[in-house]
C-alpha cells in the first residue's frame, strides 16, 4: 500500500466496470471455458526485471541501515502494558513480540500488532525508548486492518507474479483489501483468474515470509521504482524533496508503504480472491484505466467459513436484487446515480416521508421548500465552494455560475434572514425534504446506497445558546422513537474539530462541549472520533446496526457556530435596543438520513418482507372461483378507501398457486374468498407471519378485520399478525 493511501492523501478511485458473478454456461461451452483458463501459466516466465532491480536494491540498502541500527546504544528501557504492569527491556533489541512471547505463547501466535505510545509499530521493530505498549489482534479494528493490509502485499505479490503487472495501490478497507494494478498488455482481469492468484498467495502464506521495513530517502525510491510510472508520480508529487518514507518486502515483492504490518506471511490462515472490477489511477476519470481485484483474509479458517456465510445471505438480502424482483425500484443508464422508483416503492417512500412529517407535527417543525438551484455567491458566503465544490453540479446561466444544491442549510439562512427574528420566535426549527444533488464518482456509485440524485429528512434548528440543551435533549429523543420503530441498535460518537475548519477554535471548543454534555445527558454509552467533525462544525455521528450485524450511518447531530456568522444572521434579544442584537446556533440533523440510503438498509434488514405500515404489498384478495370476483372487488375497494394497498388475483390460476405466489411476493396478508365468506361479510385470512394460518386461514368478519389493520397499522409493530 502507498504511503499516499496511507495518508488518505489519495481520493477513491474509481471502479468503472465491476466483475460480475458469470451465468452458469450451457455443457458444450465449458471446454472452450477451460481452454481459455488454461491459456496463461500460473507464473510469468521470466519474472519482469522490475523484480530483481528492486531486491537488489533492498538487500543494498537495507545492509546500510542494518549498520546504523548496530551502532545504537543499548540502553535499558521500561515497557508499561495496559493494566499497568511494568516490563524491562533493552534500546533497539527488545521487541513487542519478545514481550508478547514472555507472556504467553498463546499470545504470541494470536497478536496481530503492536501500539507504542498510541502509534501502530510493527511486532518484531525493536522499541527505541521506554513506552506504553499495547498488544493487539484480529478482533481489535486497528489489528484487523492490519491484517487485510498485509493480505494486500499477498495479493500484490501473487499479481506480479502471475500477470507481471505493475502494482498501484493496495489499501485493506471494510471488508477485506484490494489491490489495483497496471496491465502490461491489453489482458483483463477475469474470473478465470481466481483460483491462480489463490493458488499463487497460498504458497507466499506456505513459506512464512516476514514483512521487512526499510526506511528509503526520495532520490532512491525514484530508482528503486523507476520502472513503475505510477509509483514515480506518487513519489515525485507527494514527497518532498530532502526527505525519506518507508517502504516494506515480503518475498520479492517490495512496495512503497507506510505500513505496519504482521510479522510474516504465514499468520494469514486463509485467503480468498472475491471479485475484481476496473478502475482510473487516482480515481480520475483523466488518468489511465487500472484493474483492482477484491480479497479477503483470515488467521482462521472458520472464521473464513462464516465470512462466506456471510456473504451468501448478504447477497440474498441484496437491495438491488430485492428491488428488482418486488419492482420497487431501478436505475438506468440515461441518468446514472438517480433512482427510477416504480409505484411499489414508492409507497415506502412515501410512508418513510409520512412517518416523519407525523413526528415534525407533533415536535414543533415547520416544513419549509427551498430552491434546487442557486448561484455560486451562495455556496461562496457558506464555505461550501471552497470546501465542497468538487462534489456540487455546476452550470454556467447568462454569464453566471450556479450549483444544484447538494445540502438545504445556506437556502435555509435566506430563509431566516428574509425579516428581522425576535428571540420569542426560537427555537425556529425548518424542515425540508428537498431535492439533493452531490456529484459522486461514477464508481462509488452503489444502488441506493451512493447516488447522486436524493432526499433527506433534513431540518436545522435557530436556537439561543440558553435554549441548546433543550434542543440537543429533544433531538436525540426523536432519534431513539425513530430507531425504535425499525428494531435498530445504534452507537453514538463525537466527531471533533478536523485539521480544515472554519471559525475560531473557542468557538469549536464552546461547541463540544455542548456536544459532550449532551450525550451524557441522554444517558447510553458514546465515543470519540478525533479530527472527524465537519468543516462548519463539531457533530454526533449515529451508527445503526442491521440484522447481519453491519453497521450504517445515517442519522447525525451537528452545531454549527459558523453559518449564522457567514451569513450575518440575528436575533434581537429581549433588551430590544437597535444594537442588541446576537447570532443565532444552528443544529443540523436528519433522523433517516438519506431515503435512499435508508430504503437500501431497511430492504437487506427485512430481506424484503416489509412491516405492514411500511410495506408496498399489504394484502392480496384471492377469489376461489371467478363468479367471485365481484365481492373481491368489493373488499379490496373497502381496503383502499380505508388507506391501505390491496389488489385482487384475478388470473387463471389455480387457488394453491395464487397463494403461494402471494406468499413468496410477501404479501402480510392473503384474504381469501368463496361463496361462504361473501355470504357473511367475511374473509379467510392469511397472516405471512403467523404459521398456523398459512395452512387453512380463518374466517373473521371483515369489519373486525379492517378495525385490526388500522391498530396494526397505527402501532407500526414488526410482525404481520391480526
Not at 540502553?75 to 504492569?85: K, L
Not at 528503486?224 to 513519489?235: C, D, E, G
Not at 431566516?416 to 459522486?440: C, I, K, Q, T, W
Request: charged residues 30%; proline residues 5%; glycine residues 6%.
Amino acid at each position: 500500500m502507498s504511503e499516499i493511501e496511507q495518508q488518505n492523501a489519495i481520493p477513491a478511485p474509481v471502479v468503472v466496470a465491476e466483475g460480475q458473478t458469470q451465468v452458469k454456461p450451457a455443457k458444450e461451452k465449458k471446454a472452450k471455458k477451460v481452454a481459455v483458463e488454461s491459456a496463461y501459466l500460473l507464473e510469468v516466465s521470466p519474472p519482469p526485471e522490475y523484480v530483481a532491480h528492486r531486491v537488489t536494491m533492498f538487500d543494498e540498502l537495507k545492509k546500510k541501515a542494518a549498520e546504523v541500527d548496530a551502532a545504537q546504544p543499548r540502553a535499558p528501557i521500561t515497557i508499561t502494558m495496559p493494566d499497568g504492569s511494568q516490563r524491562g527491556g533493552v534500546a533497539w533489541q527488545t521487541s513487542s513480540m519478545d514481550i508478547a512471547k514472555s507472556i504467553s505463547k498463546s499470545l504470541a501466535e494470536r497478536v496481530v500488532i503492536a501500539k507504542v505510545d498510541k502509534v501502530l509499530w510493527d511486532l518484531e521493530r525493536p522499541l527505541v525508548s521506554s513506552c506504553q505498549l499495547e498488544l493487539l489482534d484480529f478482533e481489535d479494528e486497528e489489528g484487523k486492518a492490519v491484517f487485510w493490509h498485509s493480505s494486500a502485499h499477498v495479493l500484490g505479490e501473487a499479481c506480479e507474479k502471475h500477470y507481471g503487472c505493475h502494482l498501484c495501490v493496495g489499501p485493506p478497507i471494510e471488508d477485506g483489501f484490494y489491490y489495483e494494478m497496471a496491465m502490461k498488455d491489453e489482458r483483463l482481469v477475469s474470473q478465470g483468474d481466481y483460483e491462480s492468484l489463490e493458488t499463487l498467495a497460498k504458497n507466499v502464506v506456505k513459506e512464512k515470509q516476514p514483512f521487512e521495513r526499510l526506511e528509503v530517502k526520495k532520490e532512491d525510491l525514484l530508482e528503486m521504482f523507476k520502472h513503475n510510472q505510477y509509483k514515480v508520480k506518487l513519489i515525485e508529487s507527494k514527497i518532498p524533496d530532502g526527505t525519506s518514507t518507508t517502504v516494506y518486502r515480503c518475498g520479492p515483492l517490495i512496495d512503497l508503504c507506510r505500513g505496519p504490518h504482521i510479522p510474516h506471511t504465514g499468520r494469514i490462515k486463509a485467503f480468498a480472491v472475491l471479485k475484481n472490477s476496473a478502475s482510473y489511477f487516482l480515481g480520475d476519470a483523466k488518468n489511465d484505466s487500472l484493474q483492482r481485484i477484491y480479497g479477503v483474509s483470515f488467521p482462521d479458517s472458520k472464521l473464513m467459513a462464516e465470512h462466506k456465510k456471510f456473504l451468501e445471505e448478504a447477497a440474498r438480502r441484496d437491495h438491488r436484487k430485492i428491488g428488482r424482483e418486488q419492482e420497487l425500484f431501478f436505475f438506468h443508464e440515461l441518468s446514472p446515480g438517480s433512482c427510477f422508483f416504480l409505484p411499489h416503492g414508492a409507497r415506502i417512500y412515501n410512508a418513510l416521508m409520512s412517518f416523519i412529517k407525523n413526528e415534525y407535527h407533533k415536535r414543533g417543525y415547520t416544513e419549509v421548500m427551498s430552491p434546487n438551484m442557486y448561484n455560486v455567491k451562495l455556496w461562496q458566503t457558506s464555505g461550501h465552494w471552497e470546501n465542497y465544490k468538487e462534489n456540487m453540479f455546476m452550470c454556467d446561466i447568462d454569464k453566471e455560475t450556479f450549483g444544484l444544491k447538494p445540502m438545504n442549510c445556506p437556502g435555509h439562512c435566506l430563509m431566516f434572514d428574509v425579516r428581522e427574528r425576535s428571540y420569542r420566535e426560537l427555537p425556529l426549527r425548518f424542515a425540508d425534504f428537498g431535492v439533493l444533488h452531490r456529484n459522486e464518482a461514477s464508481g462509488a456509485l452503489t444502488g441506493l446506497t451512493r447516488v447522486r440524485r436524493f432526499q433527506q429528512d433534513d431540518a436545522h434548528l435557530f436556537c439561543r445558546l440558553d435554549q441548546l440543551g433543550e434542543e440537543m435533549d429533544a433531538t436525540l429523543d426523536f432519534l431513539q422513537h425513530v430507531y425504535s420503530i425499525f428494531g435498530f441498535e445504534f452507537s453514538l460518537s463525537l466527531s471533533t474539530r478536523p485539521e480544515k475548519f472554519l471559525g475560531k477554535i473557542e468557538d469549536w471548543n464552546v461547541a463540544e462541549q455542548h456536544l459532550r454534555d449532551g450525550l451524557n445527558r441522554f444517558g447510553r454509552p458514546w465515543s470519540v472520533n478525533p479530527g472527524d467533525g465537519a468543516f462548519y462544525g463539531p457533530k454526533i455521528d449515529i451508527l445503526i446496526r442491521d440484522s447481519l450485524r453491519r453497521n450504517h450511518q445515517c442519522a447525525t447531530l451537528q452545531l454549527d457556530f459558523q453559518l449564522p456568522e457567514r451569513f450575518n444572521l440575528q436575533y434581537r434579544n429581549s433588551g430590544g435596543g437597535d444594537s442588541d442584537f446576537s447570532h443565532p446556533i444552528i443544529i443540523h440533523r436528519a433522523m433517516l438520513g438519506s431515503l435512499e440510503r435508508m430504503i437500501a438498509i431497511l430492504t437487506e434488514n427485512c430481506a424484503g418482507r416489509w412491516d405492514f405500515w411500511l410495506s408496498p404489498r399489504q394484502v392480496q384478495v384471492i377469489p376461489v372461483a371467478t363468479a367471485l370476483l365481484p365481492y373481491a372487488e368489493r373488499v379490496r375497494n373497502q381496503l383502499y378507501d380505508a388507506g391501505y394497498f390491496a389488489d385482487v388475483n384475478s388470473s387463471d390460476m389455480t387457488l394453491n398457486k395464487k397463494i403461494r405466489n402471494a406468499e413468496l411476493s410477501q404479501y402480510n396478508f392473503i384474504f381469501v374468498v368463496g361463496a361462504e365468506e361473501e355470504a357473511s361479510g367475511s374473509v379467510n385470512v392469511r397472516s405471512r407471519d403467523d404459521v398456523d394460518s398459512k395452512a387453512k386461514g380463518e374466517v373473521r368478519k371483515l369489519e373486525e378485520v379492517m378495525e385490526k389493520l388500522k391498530e396494526l397499522k397505527n402501532s407500526m409493530a414488526k410482525s404481520s399478525r391480526i
